[in-house]
């Protein structure tokens, strides 16, 4: 089923500008979060690459539950509710968050010595952080991971479901000079928005070394392995708009997988709810009988 209108809840109108190339045939709104991202707690025990997945969630369901407590608590039932998520005579609605983050390679994209690269808190520090700061990914391969969650507005029996994309590249080496033409020409608030604050949509493009593969990999499952969907071999002049919606996550195949997972999942649960509850009950009881014998 073709998404008629999609939501990108966020702040950053680039991401919403990538989403609206990807779906020239959709209503693409930008929505304002409802989340507050300061209050997210970082994952602990997974993966750095794989933060965003539960980072999106996380923002997904603090959002969407404060969407529900406003409606009841103002009885916003009538128009300002379908202003939300639309009348039932509409086609699909779906509504996503992203997470991002930058990870910096000291060697090889397989080492096992990753620096996690988030938004800089503020420019002098990020001057200065050696590890993490301006300079960390000068002459370094690195990986641009966003975790992609979405919410189906118009099927309570669908739960969120998440894709990361990871994109594997390289930066040049590059100088402060480098950075403070960024600055200039864009902003400081352009670094302080940005994982790593070096990015091609605010300016960065020249600090990619365009001759090394850029490569484009959909992970749908943090047990599975990342499955390989695009590679430009060499990227120095190709045109810099379609490289911006690949780096906000604006992938055909992740948001193909999106909607496949949202239709598995909901096509579970109704599979669920449709077994006797005390067919259940006995299978619970069952297992719980199973793991107190091991």
Not at 79 to 92: F, P
Not at 196 to 212: A, C, E, P, Q
Not at 214 to 227: E, F, G, I
């Amino acid at each position: 089923m073709a998404i008629e209108r999609l939501d990108i809840v966020s702040s950053s109108a680039a991401r919403h500008d990538a989403f609206s190339q990807l779906l020239p045939h959709t209503d693409v709104r930008l929505v304002t979060p409802r989340f507050t991202e300061e209050l997210i707690q970082r994952p602990l025990n997974v993966q750095p690459a794989e933060w965003p997945m539960e980072m999106a969630e996380r923002k997904a369901l603090q959002d969407i539950s404060a969407v529900m407590v406003l409606g009841v608590v103002n009885d916003l039932s009538g128009q300002n509710m379908i202003k939300e998520i639309g009348s039932k005579n509409e086609g699909r609605h779906l509504r996503i968050y992203s997470d991002t983050i930058t990870i910096s390679f000291a060697g090889e994209t397989s080492d096992e010595t990753p620096t996690v690269l988030e938004k800089p808190r503020d420019l002098v520090s990020w001057f200065h952080d050696k590890d993490k700061g301006a300079l960390a990914s000068s002459g370094k391969n690195i990986e641009i991971c966003t975790g992609i969650t979405a919410i189906d507005m118009k099927n309570p029996d669908a739960h969120p479901a998440t894709v990361l994309v990871r994109i594997l590249s390289k930066m040049r080496p590059y100088s402060m000079e480098d950075i403070n033409k960024i600055i200039e020409t864009y902003g400081p608030q352009a670094i302080l928005t940005t994982a790593g604050g070096i990015s091609i949509w605010n300016g960065g493009t020249k600090l990619y070394d365009g001759s090394v593969p850029l490569r484009v990999y959909l992970q749908t499952d943090p047990l599975q392995q990342p499955v390989l969907v695009n590679e430009i071999p060499d990227w120095q002049n190709k045109d810099t708009d379609a490289l911006k919606r690949v780096l906000y996550g604006a992938v055909p195949e992740a948001m193909e997988s999106l909607v496949h997972k949202l239709d598995s999942l909901a096509a579970q649960k109704k599979i669920i709810q449709s077994i006797p509850i005390t067919v259940r009950q006995a299978k619970s009881t069952s297992n719980q009988d199973l793991k107190n014998a091991i």
